[in-house]
């Protein structure tokens, strides 16, 4: 798929459609930022200050360190950042990875520091020496990488939580090196907060000053937690919906904003908010439950990985020590705020994504993926969503977010959403769930949206899907008219061995057997599937075709042979 070129005209067109749904005070933001930076890039090294005291309890690590960044050949230690190693020189050179645009993810990554978790006392006391003296702030290009303010919250609350146990057997000079430097950054970032973005980078702000308020003692570290509290209390309201579920719709970014709101009320001690972090806690752990596969990973819609995040168990098992007790799945689930619908059997999990591609005012990590699924039998994924290979602009950034990447219908040429760029959105669809009913073994459920709008005819995609305990039945309606094909795509996990003939597909994997069928023919095409950032496999796609004048076409999947059910062996 190639990216497409535009004209002026429609680059404006497309700027427009998209910045009419950014707040004018992020526009604004945005704008002083931009200055703010670039004025002090020239203004020279700032004056030292003094650090605040520091905390008699200072926050100490809530999760296990997540290994495999860092690990050593032949003496020489080597990174491994989005599905690339590279082998680090000494001195270490900070822009390693690579220089421009596509690999800025890489080198963000080397300076967020989370290796330094599995580093030893006198690896940790090098780096951090090492990165001190190689970055200081308002060098030429600073923001980008070493003091994005985003990358500034991973790094400091690194830092926080290793110096807690590591402290007394550092020496008084690194100790007192990285005290200083990490009150300098966290005076950076009140002082940069991303306001202008929000979402999961605004949390990673609040969470680095809440923190940083329970390192610290003293006025400073009353204003950062004060700070860090009113912004607290503002985006619990509006990231996390009424269903629990993030407001970005991502299932790893709502395990990343949940491991750090559990992070954040570590820290705290309690909830001074009157109950109201608790409460969205709580909301937050049930949704995580439910949005997790048997295999214990997040189903991947919009941007999301198998280890992007930490798991949804690894949250679950934090908020069981913080609460003492943890929620359980639920069998049939409705998260209707964030548009996600399952069953969960025995044996079986599916799920489906019927709801907005994200908040309008932060489409960033949204994907084409409306009335899409997933579906696993015996803790095996089938059906799979396409995953995210990487953010830089590109064709591969393009097609993770396509709706003819995903599960469900795409008319040729066109896409349910104008995604362009690494994270903008211009036109956007409209989705409504015309019915939901669930019965004693399943739920039926009928979706519409109006994504395809601007085609001749503004046809609109209507999916209904029946689900029960042996048999998943889809029903795919095209309403208006248009002379241009479709096509419905069914993404196969790798493992999957597919037999394609006439309109029955056989889908073999290990002693699973299960059947797709279909009222048009089924073919099979070569694809890829992107589990993780930096990490592709090949892998098959079933393609069923939808051509002009078609009204309507149907779609059965049964497990049949070795089971007699989605639930049931044999």
Known sequence: MAVKAFG??????????????????SIARRIELDLKRRMKQHGGKPAPTAAPSLSARPPTPMFEPRLGKLDFRDGRPRLTF??????????????????????????????????????????????????????????????????????????????????????ARLDATTREAAVASLAQQIRFLEANLETDIGGNHLIKNIKALLLASAFFDGSEAERWRALGLRLLTEELHGQVLPDGTHYERSPSYHCQVFADLLECRQALGDDPLNGALDDALGRMAQAAVDLAHPDGHVALFNDAGLSMAYSPDECLNAYARLYGKRPAPRRIFALKDAGYFGLRSNRTYLVVDCGRIAPDELPAHGHGDVASFELSVAEQRIFVDQGVYEYFTGERRQRSRSAASHNTLCFDGADQADFFGSFRCGRRPNVEVLDYQVREDGFSLTATHDGFRKLSGSPRHVRRLDIAADRMEIEDRVEGTTDRP???GFLLHPAVVPEVSGNRARLRLGRLDIILSSSRPIGMEDAVWWPDMGVERQTQRLRIGFPPGAQTVTTAIRLSHTTNGFGQNT
């Open 8 to 25: 002026p005209l429609q680059k404006v067109a497309r700027a427009i459609a998209f910045g009419r749904h950014v707040p004018l005070s």
């Open 82 to 167: 989005v599905g690339r190693t590279c082998e680090m020189k000494e001195p270490l050179d900070w822009r390693a990875g690579g220089e421009g645009p596509a690999n800025q993810l890489w080198r963000m990554n080397l300076h967020y520091m989370e290796y330094l978790e599995e580093a030893d006392d006198n690896l940790f006391a090098d780096l951090v020496r090492q990165w001190i003296d190689a970055n200081p702030p308002y060098s030429r290009g600073y923001w980008k990488d070493a003091w994005n303010s985003y990358t500034v919250s991973l790094r400091t609350v690194v830092w926080m939580q290793q110096l807690a146990p590591r402290g």
């Open 486 to 488: 479709a096509s419905i």
